[in-house]
């Protein structure tokens, strides 16, 4: 008689314990790639960190800059000209360490060439030129304005080379600028906005940056008048008389032409020059407004005026207009006041008569350059005093006095 089992028999419990072995070993295999994909997944991370590490305190490389043992050498430079001003660049070198460094410079060229590979400047200097720097000093190695005037040079690109080494590494920058005549059309206002009812009147100015006369005469004229939802509100078409601007200079057409808007807004006046063989096309815009400013709180003047300067050295002085607020300001100024004083006399004083200003939201905008005046110098040492005003009205005005000690 067959001996029963209560529970299983050898054989359910071998295919039992098989089944179960086999389930330890699918789970230990599942620990064992989960294990090694986590210190995968770790290395990968620790590789990213420490690449994003070396990559962050590496300063990037191009063409016009490279960073060798602690020096970063740069090519610095506009890179569009237009006729007749010089190409000019300068290959400046910095000591980026906290101590002081001996640099070596040998084998120094420099190489211009126009687009279709000719060279027009070569500058060679193979001797070897020793320096020390200190901590974190710099020095221009190279300053093409010194060495020769590229003015005038034919439309085009043209290809800048520097090669040199320091201390006996090759250095090589590079770069390309662009050469440019320019003759263009602008529209021309008085103002840079007007009141609604305000007659607008729109004339031309001839920009000719060029080595010929800019002749337009007898162009048809064609201007559209654009509000902000691009449609044309007005239009003019008109036939130019003698129009033109010999090389290097800006010409004011008379139009004669004027028009009213009688709503408020920002409008593109659109204007199109038609001739034999050219066209020119060029926008600007213009503010219409119910009002001009009455509230002159949270406007300032800002000054960039040395403290300090030295006997004979010439001074450039700017001053600013800033708008504190977040809101457009329609200035009309009486005009500004610029004095430099000695002991209550003045040295140098200008003046300007009355102008209309938009400032933007927060907006800090160029009202005076000293240097478009005059070449400032001091020869007497001692305190001066530089004073700057704007005024809105008979009683509302801003100013900013800086003191400058010569020495």
Same mark, same amino acid.
């Given at each position: 008689?067959?001996?029963?089992?209560?529970?299983?028999?050898?054989?359910?419990?071998?295919?039992?314990?098989?089944?179960?072995?086999?389930?330890?070993?699918?789970?230990?295999?599942?620990?064992?790639?989960?294990?090694?994909?986590?210190?995968?997944?770790?290395?990968?991370?620790?590789?990213?960190?420490?690449?994003?590490?070396?990559?962050?305190?590496?300063?990037?490389?191009?063409?016009?800059?490279?960073?060798?043992?602690?020096?970063?050498?740069?090519?610095?430079?506009?890179?569009?000209?237009?006729?007749?001003?010089?190409?000019?660049?300068?290959?400046?070198?910095?000591?980026?360490?906290?101590?002081?460094?001996?640099?070596?410079?040998?084998?120094?060229?420099?190489?211009?060439?126009?687009?279709?590979?000719?060279?027009?400047?070569?500058?060679?200097?193979?001797?070897?030129?020793?320096?020390?720097?200190?901590?974190?000093?710099?020095?221009?190695?190279?300053?093409?304005?010194?060495?020769?005037?590229?003015?005038?040079?034919?439309?085009?690109?043209?290809?800048?080379?520097?090669?040199?080494?320091?201390?006996?590494?090759?250095?090589? %920058? @590079?770069?390309?600028? &662009?050469?440019?005549?320019?003759?263009?059309?602008?529209? *021309?206002?008085?103002?840079? #906005? $007007? =009141?609604?009812?305000?007659?607008?009147?729109?004339?031309?100015?001839?920009?000719?940056?060029?080595?010929?006369?800019?002749?337009?005469?007898?162009?048809?004229?064609?201007?559209?008048?654009?509000?902000?939802?691009?449609?044309?509100?007005?239009?003019?078409?008109?036939?130019?008389?003698?129009?033109?601007?010999?090389?290097?200079?800006?010409?004011?057409?008379?139009?004669?032409?004027?028009?009213?808007?009688?709503?408020?807004?920002?409008?593109?006046?659109?204007?199109?020059?038609?001739?034999?063989?050219?066209?020119?096309?060029?926008?600007?815009?213009?503010?219409?407004?119910?009002?001009?400013?009455?509230?002159?709180?949270? %406007? @300032?003047?800002?000054? &960039?005026?040395?403290?300090?300067?030295?006997?004979?050295? *010439?001074?450039?002085?700017? #001053? $600013? =207009?800033?708008?504190?607020?977040?809101?457009?300001?329609?200035?009309?100024?009486?005009?500004?006041?610029?004095?430099?004083?000695?002991?209550?006399?003045?040295?140098?004083?200008?003046?300007?008569?009355?102008?209309?200003?938009?400032?933007?939201?927060?907006?800090?905008?160029?009202?005076?350059?000293?240097?478009?005046?005059?070449?400032?110098?001091?020869?007497?040492?001692?305190?001066?005093?530089?004073?700057?005003?704007?005024?809105?009205?008979?009683?509302?005005?801003?100013?900013?006095?800086?003191?400058?000690?010569?020495?």
């Amino acid at each position: 008689m067959n001996q029963g089992y209560r529970t299983r028999s050898p054989e359910e419990w071998r295919k039992h314990d098989e089944e179960k072995w086999k389930e330890y070993e699918q789970l230990r295999g599942y620990r064992r790639r989960s294990i090694r994909l986590t210190i995968f997944n770790l290395i990968i991370a620790a590789m990213i960190i420490v690449g994003f590490m070396l990559a962050r305190n590496k300063p990037v490389e191009s063409g016009v800059y490279r960073f060798v043992d602690g020096f970063s050498i740069s090519l610095l430079g506009s890179e569009v000209f237009e006729y007749p001003d010089p190409v000019d660049f300068t290959v400046k070198l910095v000591n980026t360490r906290n101590k002081s460094a001996e640099i070596s410079i040998s084998s120094f060229r420099v190489q211009i060439q126009d687009e279709s590979g000719n060279v027009v400047y070569t500058f060679d200097y193979p001797s070897n030129v020793l320096k020390e720097l200190p901590a974190y000093g710099s020095v221009i190695v190279f300053d093409l304005s010194h060495e020769v005037d590229l003015s005038a040079l034919s439309s085009g690109d043209y290809a800048i080379r520097v090669t040199f080494n320091l201390n006996g590494k090759p250095i090589i %920058l @590079s770069k390309n600028v &662009e050469y440019k005549y320019l003759t263009e059309v602008l529209p *021309a206002f008085q103002h840079p #906005f $007007y =009141l609604v009812g305000e007659s607008v009147l729109i004339d031309l100015l001839l920009r000719n940056r060029s080595p010929k006369t800019f002749d337009v005469s007898g162009s048809l004229v064609t201007i559209d008048v654009i509000d902000e939802d691009g449609d044309v509100v007005r239009s003019l078409r008109f036939q130019l008389g003698n129009a033109s601007a010999l090389p290097t200079t800006e010409e004011i057409y008379e139009t004669g032409k004027s028009l009213v808007l009688d709503k408020p807004g920002l409008y593109t006046f659109k204007v199109q020059i038609q001739g034999e063989n050219y066209f020119f096309e060029r926008r600007r815009s213009v503010f219409i407004v119910e009002k001009s400013e009455e509230d002159f709180s949270g %406007l @300032s003047v800002f000054a &960039e005026v040395p403290r300090v300067a030295s006997t004979g050295e *010439a001074i450039p002085m700017k #001053f $600013y =207009l800033t708008n504190e607020k977040e809101r457009r300001r329609f200035l009309e100024c009486q005009g500004f006041h610029f004095t430099v004083n000695q002991g209550g006399v003045p040295i140098f004083e200008y003046k300007r008569n009355t102008f209309r200003l938009v400032l933007l939201e927060y907006e800090k905008r160029m009202i005076f350059d000293s240097e478009d005046w005059r070449e400032m110098k001091f020869f007497q040492p001692g305190s001066y005093s530089v004073e700057f005003t704007v005024n809105f009205s008979n009683t509302e005005k801003v100013s900013k006095i800086v003191q400058l000690e010569i020495r």
